[in-house]
């Protein structure tokens, strides 16, 4: 999405972002050696969505598997912050990446050639009924050949029809998902989970072998090992805080980029934590 963010003085900045967008993003400048960012999205034909190409590219982010729709053109977003908590405004409902999943030789392709995929429930929340089964079925066959399948359910009420919706979707795609990293907030609000103990529980119950479940500035708790082993991971405190917007996907890359690098679950949290800290210090979802 086109993002607008907070700039001063009744002005805003243009951006690009949009949560798995700021995963990649992050991922890309912290992969590590072997691994590459490619972004599996749709775009327009028109001027904006040409900068957004030129973005990615410039980026690190391999862009073959943008798919570029005649016509299209992408969201948009707007941040509002009180006390550096953000909360948003959309402009969405004709965006080009709705139709990410539309053609099924494009997703066939991209799937053959990933060795890790990254989606979440923003992803589901945008897509039309069949989009959603035509990515969960590609989803579940990579985790089926043995490949890492990390989703981020990131439950934005907003965009869902309905609760139910909502959550038989994000159970779905947990099911097809070899790693969750849900938002303890967002779990608490639509599944009623009392403790974060009780999310990572449910996710794994779900067949999920590895949660880290977040909880926004407060500790992280990591379980792994299909819920044997757990630890409560300290956050690491900001050294301002300006804007939460992206804190969650930025923490989803290093944690990702740690664990495809050989890291283990413990030290992969802490460097979720720290450059998560690190990118609520700035504007906008994308702080380098
Ligand atoms: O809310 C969304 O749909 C976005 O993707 C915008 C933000 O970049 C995202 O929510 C931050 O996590």
Redesign the pocket.
């Known amino acids: 999405?086109v993002?607008l963010s907070v700039a001063g003085d009744g002005l805003y900045r243009r951006g690009f972002?949009?949560?798995?967008?700021?995963t990649l993003w992050h991922f890309a400048r912290n992969a590590p050696a072997g691994w590459r960012a490619a972004y599996l999205t749709a775009l327009g034909t028109d001027t904006m969505s040409d900068e957004m190409l030129g973005f990615f590219d410039a980026a690190g982010i391999e862009t073959d598997a943008v798919r570029r729709i005649e016509g299209a053109s992408p969201g948009l977003?707007m941040i509002h912050l009180r006390d550096g908590e953000r909360s948003?405004s959309?402009w969405?409902d004709m965006a080009a990446a709705k139709r990410l999943a539309d053609d099924e030789a494009h997703l066939d392709r991209i799937f053959s050639s990933g060795d890790a995929f990254y989606f979440s429930g923003?992803t589901l929340a945008i897509l039309p009924k069949a989009g959603r089964k035509r990515l969960l079925e590609r989803v579940e066959r990579a985790r089926a050949s043995g490949k890492l399948v990390a989703f981020d359910p990131?439950i934005?009420p907003r965009?869902w029809p309905d609760t139910a919706t909502a959550k038989a979707a994000i159970e779905a795609a947990a099911k097809v998902s070899t790693l969750c990293l849900p938002s303890f907030d967002d779990e608490r609000a639509a599944f009623g989970d009392e403790t974060p103990e009780a999310t990572a529980a449910r996710y794994h119950g779900l067949g999920v072998g590895e949660v880290v479940v977040k909880d926004g500035g407060g500790a992280a708790l990591v379980s792994w090992g299909d819920g044997r082993q757990s630890e409560t991971v300290a956050c690491v405190p900001p050294k301002q805080l300006v804007d939460t917007?992206?804190?969650?996907?930025s923490f989803n890359a290093a944690y990702l980029a740690a664990r495809l690098g050989g890291i283990g679950p413990m030290e992969a949290t802490l460097a979720g934590h720290r450059l998560a800290s690190h990118v609520v210090g700035g504007h906008g979802?994308l702080v380098g």
């Open positions: 999405m993002e972002a949009g949560d798995t967008f700021n977003y948003f959309y969405r923003i990131n934005r965009l917007t992206g804190a969650g996907d979802a």
